[in-house]
């Protein structure tokens, strides 16, 4: 995958392009545990459930198998440096990414790995509202745009829970939450995920990360 030159205006003076990082998520067979935060960085997590609803004559759901992309804006000396971060979700389809360097992220895409064959869905992120796309895997998006739908909260950039349910005709619906209570969306399976937060206290129980983490969870949760 590679980025293009893009200007930005207003306050990004410069924008350079940088070639794909290769980020060892907290997923997988990439998986690295949770360890101290760094002073001056950053912390990326979320999770992604994607539900085939006809889409290639499959029926399906997926945790499993979930490569990532994370746009993002780093600040560099002052100059923003667009950097690519792709990594496997672990078998929950939760993710996480530590010690990122200041900036603005938001989630690009995401590839399937899938019995019927890998596929991939993208946002363009020209604009608010902007709708997601299927397509094969041949159609590797390129990391461009200039919308961001995350804003971080502390040191830690919470994406929340991302589910993309995908249609026969190829139209994908997606929505993102905080936490699901015994919901289903287009399918059958019933999903109940507390804060994301909480997925990685509990996983990485003596992580550093933990009490920035906790703070961070409702008073009322």
């Not at 980020?23 to 997590?45: D, F, H, N």
């Not at 459930?49 to 945790?63: A, D, F, H, L, P």
């Not at 000396?77 to 979700?89: N, P, S, Y």
């Not at 709708?131 to 590797?140: A, D, K, L, T």
Request: proline letters at 4%; glycine letters at 12%.
């Amino acid at each position: 995958m590679s980025g293009r030159n893009k200007v930005l205006g207003g306050a990004l003076a410069a924008l350079l392009i940088a070639s794909t990082l290769l980020a060892v998520g907290c997923g997988g067979g990439l998986s690295t545990r949770l360890t101290t935060p760094q002073e001056g960085k950053m912390l990326l997590i979320g999770s992604v459930i994607v539900e085939n609803v006809g889409y290639r004559q499959r029926r399906e759901s997926y945790t499993v198998g979930i490569e990532v992309s994370i746009m993002g804006d780093e600040d560099v000396a002052g100059e923003m440096k667009r950097v690519q971060l792709t990594f496997w979700a672990d078998d929950q389809g939760y993710f996480c990414v530590e010690n990122v360097a200041y900036g603005r992220y938001t989630l690009k895409g995401i590839r399937i790995n899938s019995p019927g064959g890998d596929w991939t869905i993208w946002n363009e992120l020209r604009m608010p509202n902007e709708r997601w796309v299927v397509g094969s895997i041949e159609q590797r998006y390129p990391f461009t745009g200039d919308y961001f739908y995350f804003s971080p909260n502390s040191n830690v950039y919470n994406f929340q829970h991302n589910i993309f349910s995908v249609v026969l005709g190829g139209d994908v619906y997606y929505q993102n939450r905080p936490r699901i209570r015994g919901e289903s969306f287009q399918l059958n399976d019933t999903y109940t995920r507390g804060f994301v937060e909480e997925y990685f206290i509990e996983k990485y129980p003596d992580s550093g990360w933990r009490p920035i983490l906790e703070k961070l969870l409702p008073a009322n949760r």
